[in-house]
C-alpha cells in the first residue's frame, strides 16, 4: 500500500509551478488532496484533473485560511499533511521596494504560514501528529543582489520551520523545509526575461546562463522537488524535523571564490 493513500492534505499556492506538481504527485499517491491559492481558475482545473478539492483564497487573510481549514476537514474528516508552498517574489534592493510590496511579499510568504499553522495544529493533533513541510528557497541562506525581501521572508520561514518543529514534536508533528534553487516554474519566468533582455541573449540562453556553475548545470523540474516533499511528508522521514533539505542541483556547495578559474 502506498504510505499517502488516503492521508487528507492540504497545498497552499497549488495554482502553478511547485504547488501544482506536488498536488499531482501527491493525488498520484492515493492521497485526498485540497489546493488552494489566489487565482481560482488554474485551481478548479486542476482539482478537476486529479480528483482534488478546490478552495480559493488568500493565505495572507486570517478568515479566509479559517473557512479553507475548516472546508477541508469537513469534507475529508481531518488533516494529515500541509505543505506551505504560498509564495511571491518581488526584485528590488532595500532602497527599491516600496512598503506595500515589502508587506505583501512578507504576507503571504511568512506570515500566510503562521496563519496556516495556526488554523492547522489542532486538526493534526487529532490525527495523533501529522507533517508538514515548508517551501524555502536557497535564497534564504545565500544573497542575491536586488532579493532582500524575498530573501529575507525565506529566511524567516526556516526559523519558523525550526520553531514549529520544537514545539510541535511532543504531539507527533515533524516540520521540515526545502529549499529549491533554480526550478523552471512560472515564478522565474520574469528574471529570465530581464536576464535575456539584458545580454540580449535567447530565453534558453539565459536559461544555460543562470545553471552555468551549477554542477548538475541544469534547471530544477517542479516534480523533482515534489519528490522531495513526498520523502519529508511521509514516514520514510518518520525520524526527520527540522531540518532543511537542499535541492538546487548542488548550487550551494559551489565554491564562488573558486569561480574565477573556471572553464571559458
Same mark, same amino acid.
Not at 497552499?12 to 488532496?33: C, L, M, N, P
Not at 478537476?48 to 476537514?73: M, N
Given at each position: ?6 492521508? /487528507? ?55 479566509? $485560511? ?20 504560498? @509564495?511571491? #517574489? ?14 505583501? /511579499? ?33 535564497? #534564504? ?7 532582500? /525581501?524575498?530573501? =529575507? #521572508? ?26 529549491? @534553487?533554480? /526550478?523552471?516554474?512560472?515564478? $522565474? ?39 522531495? $516533499? ?6 520514510? #522521514?518518520?525520524?526527520? =524535523? ?15 571564490? =573558486? ?6
Amino acid at each position: 500500500m502506498r504510505e499517502l493513500t488516503d492521508k /487528507v492534505v492540504l497545498i497552499t499556492g497549488a495554482g502553478s509551478g511547485i504547488g501544482d506538481a506536488v498536488a499531482r504527485r501527491f493525488a498520484a499517491q492515493g492521497a485526498k488532496v485540497g489546493v488552494t491559492g489566489r487565482r481560482e481558475a488554474p485551481l478548479k482545473e486542476l482539482a478537476k484533473e486529479i480528483g482534488a478539492l478546490s478552495l480559493p483564497g488568500d493565505v495572507s487573510d486570517r478568515a479566509t $485560511v479559517e473557512k479553507t481549514v475548516q472546508r477541508l476537514v469537513k469534507e475529508f474528516g481531518g488533516l494529515d499533511i500541509v505543505v506551505n508552498n504560498a @509564495g511571491i #517574489a518581488v526584485i528590488g534592493d532595500i532602497e527599491q521596494i516600496s512598503d506595500e510590496d515589502w508587506a505583501s /511579499v512578507m504576507d503571504i510568504n511568512l506570515n500566510g504560514t503562521r496563519l496556516v499553522m495556526r488554523a492547522v495544529l489542532p486538526h493534526l493533533r487529532a490525527r495523533g501528529g501529522g507533517a508538514v513541510v515548508n517551501i524555502s528557497s536557497i535564497g #534564504a541562506l545565500f544573497a542575491a543582489r536586488h532579493n532582500a /525581501v524575498y530573501g =529575507t #521572508a525565506k529566511a524567516a520561514l526556516l526559523a519558523l520551520t525550526k520553531a514549529l518543529a520544537r514545539d510541535g514534536g511532543p504531539d507527533g508533528i515533524r516540520v521540515n523545509a526545502v529549499c529549491p @534553487g533554480w /526550478v523552471d516554474t512560472p515564478m $522565474v519566468d520574469p528574471l529570465l526575461q530581464m536576464l535575456s533582455k539584458e545580454r540580449g541573449i535567447t530565453l534558453d540562453a539565459a536559461r544555460s546562463l543562470l545553471v552555468q556553475f551549477n554542477p548538475l548545470n541544469r534547471m530544477g523540474r517542479p516534480e523533482e522537488i515534489a519528490r522531495c $516533499v513526498e520523502f519529508l511528508a511521509t514516514d520514510a #522521514a518518520s525520524f526527520v =524535523t527540522g531540518a532543511v533539505l537542499m535541492a538546487d542541483g548542488g548550487q550551494s556547495i559551489v565554491d564562488v571564490g =573558486t569561480l574565477a578559474f573556471a572553464p571559458r
